[in-house]
């Protein structure tokens, strides 16, 4: 087996390892999490506790949607999926944003009948400040190391996750500071901060799940990145230009079509040479997984066809 076929086999084992670990820290944490708050929401008879507890359930549903199309999405190309199945990764981000969606609708509409109704809503009791601001230490630790990783590794369904847990210790400064108003007597604080936990994370559901869309409907890279693959093909040597560069997303993975313009007086396999090298650095230099060249020669007349 060639080297650098050897070498990107072991950096996608490698990646696959360094995002599932994270992503197993991730679910112990929710696990801890999750309990503690919704115990603790419910003694201490605080909504917005309560709230962050189904967010944690929503995080720790979404770890195992990770997980799963994570192994799934590293499945090598068969017979149905001829191109492979790095798209499950994709699917699992729309998943991910719908679930997030539907939790976030569900904390707002229970928050607002509360507000409607301000007899519905308890005094609450010191535990729940304690273990609101302990939930928020976690979570923020957990975005900063989780984002770390998969950075590193270049998984943008990691990153999509990893921003989940920042918006989780987002959500649970919003439900420190709810609670510590009811304590001071300020009771509408507790069901309001329930409400603002469920808009945000309704809106970073919505965000999660159009982008996913998107992707699944063969969206183009961004510019920077289309100029990065247009640079390194003008640098490859014998192509004297390109037209037709297409892109589209799979998964973490990035998909090309490109026209190569080649001296039309090479031979045949002097041209194919050159495409496959144009290939092969455009692959080497960015996260592509295939590109799919068609050479067109350029530089010479055709000969006029004989009656």
Do not use: C
């Not at 605080?46 to 199309?69: C, F, N, P, R």
Request: charged share 20%; aromatic share 6%.
């Amino acid at each position: 087996m060639p080297l650098a076929r050897v070498q990107a086999i072991d950096d996608e084992q490698t990646r696959y390892q360094a995002g599932r670990r994270s992503t197993l820290i991730s679910v112990v944490v929710n696990v801890v999490l999750t309990a503690t708050q919704l115990v603790a929401g419910m003694i201490a008879g605080s909504q917005a506790l309560v709230a962050d507890g189904v967010h944690s359930l929503s995080d720790l549903v979404g770890d195992v949607i990770v997980l799963v199309a994570g192994q799934r999405s590293r499945k090598a190309p068969d017979h149905d999926h001829q191109y492979g199945h790095q798209r499950y990764e994709n699917a699992a981000s729309l998943m991910l944003g719908a679930l997030l969606l539907a939790v976030g609708l569900a904390m707002l509409w229970s928050a607002v009948v509360k507000i409607e109704d301000p007899s519905l809503v308890p005094q609450v009791k010191p535990i729940a400040l304690w273990v609101a601001f302990g939930t928020l230490v976690a979570k923020e630790a957990l975005f900063r190391y989780m984002l770390a990783v998969a950075t590193r590794i270049r998984s943008g369904m990691l990153i999509a996750n990893a921003w989940h847990a920042r918006s989780d210790a987002a959500s649970s400064l919003v439900v420190s500071i709810g609670i510590a108003g009811n304590l001071l007597g300020y009771r509408m604080l507790d069901p309001i901060a329930a409400m603002i936990v469920g808009f945000l994370v309704a809106r970073m559901g919505w965000s999660f799940g159009w982008n996913a869309l998107h992707d699944l409907m063969d969206r183009a890279v961004d510019e920077e990145t289309l100029a990065a693959i247009s640079k390194t093909l003008d640098e490859t040597p014998g192509v004297h230009g390109w037209h037709e560069l297409r892109t589209r997303k799979m998964g973490d993975g990035i998909l090309v079509d490109v026209h190569l313009e080649i001296d039309g007086a090479l031979t045949v396999v002097q041209g194919h040479r050159i495409a496959m090298e144009a290939r092969r650095r455009v692959m080497e230099n960015h996260a592509v997984i295939n590109v799919m060249t068609h050479v067109d020669p350029v530089g010479f007349s055709q000969p006029e066809p004989t009656a």
